[in-house]
Nanobody, 115 residues
Framework: QVQLVESGGGLVQAGGSLRLSCAAS????????MGWYRQAPGKQRELVAT???????NYADSVKGRFTISRDNAKNTVYLQMNSLKPEDTAVYYC?????????WGQGTQVTVSS
């Protein structure tokens, strides 16, 4: 079984930066996609960014140029560097990992951006 543990959320002023981390443990398949999603109050969960084992990335239009996803395969960890944060980025951010045999989610970490 695979577990994901997120960290790095918090409260930041608009224009500030935060870095989220997500560490995977357990029976991790070597080829997988890891990503970040977010859910704001009253809204559906939405894609933020994904990254494959090989480093190919995909971003939501709303975060392009501001957020950067990266991963350390040796540590089974994915990161999300968030710059130029806006109040509309406020949400619970969830880490996700998909592989041949699993699709798992982390518990979520709150990001709050004040105006």
């Amino acid at each position: 079984q695979v577990q994901l543990v997120e960290s790095g959320g918090g409260l930041v002023q608009a224009g500030g930066s935060l870095r989220l981390s997500c560490a995977a443990s357990g029976r991790i398949f070597s080829i997988n996609v890891m990503g970040w999603y977010r859910q704001a109050p009253g809204k559906q969960r939405e894609l933020v960014a994904t990254i494959t084992t090989g480093g190919s990335t995909n971003y939501a239009d709303s975060v392009k140029g501001r957020f950067t996803i990266s991963r350390d395969n040796a540590k089974n960890t994915v990161y999300l560097q968030m710059n130029s944060l806006k109040p509309e980025d406020t949400a619970v951010y969830y880490c996700n990992s998909i592989a041949r045999d699993y699709n798992v989610w982390g518990q979520g970490t709150q990001v709050t951006v004040s105006s």
